[in-house]
C-alpha cells in the first residue's frame, strides 16, 4: 500500500518562510498527483498546491505567489515551500497522493499522510 511520510512543519512569525517535505512510499505505483491541503479549525480542508507526475502544478488562490510545489519522482517525493506566510495559513497541512497501480489496471487510490501543524503567528 502507499504511505506518506511528511515533515518540516513547525511556527513561525507572519512573513516568515517554511518549507514541507513528504515522502511517498509503495511499491508497483505510479504517483499520478502529490499534493498539500490544509485544514484550519472550523474550516473545510482545502487544496494547497497539486503537481502532477509531468511537473503541472496548480495551487489554490490564497496561496498562489508565495508557496511553490515541487516534485522529484525519481525519490517520490514532494515539496511545499511556503513564503510571506499569514496568521490565515494556520492549519494542519496533510500531504495527499493519488496513485494507481503499475500494469493493467485503471484504479485509483488516494492516499493522506498523517498531517503536520503549521503555526504562523506572532
Known amino acids: 500500500q502507499v504511505q506518506l ?6 511556527s513561525v512569525q507572519p512573513g ?17 498527483v502529490l499534493g498539500w491541503y490544509r485544514q484550519a479549525p472550523g474550516n473545510e480542508r482545502e487544496v494547497v498546491a497539486t503537481m502532477r507526475a509531468d511537473g503541472e502544478a496548480r495551487y489554490g488562490d490564497s496561496v498562489r ?6 516534485r522529484d519522482n525519481t525519490a517520490n517525493t514532494v515539496t511545499l515551500h511556503m513564503e510571506k506566510l ?19 489496471s485503471l484504479r485509483l487510490s488516494t492516499t493522506w499522510g498523517q498531517g503536520t501543524q503549521v503555526t504562523v503567528s506572532s
Open 16 to 32: 516568515g518562510s517554511l518549507t514541507l517535505s513528504c515522502v511517498a512510499s509503495g511499491s508497483g505505483f505510479i504517483f499520478s
Open 65 to 70: 505567489g508565495r508557496f511553490t510545489i515541487s
Open 86 to 104: 499569514r496568521p490565515d495559513d494556520t492549519g494542519v497541512y496533510y500531504c495527499k497522493a493519488v496513485a494507481t497501480p503499475k500494469g493493467p
Open 5 to 10: 511520510v511528511e515533515s518540516g512543519g513547525g
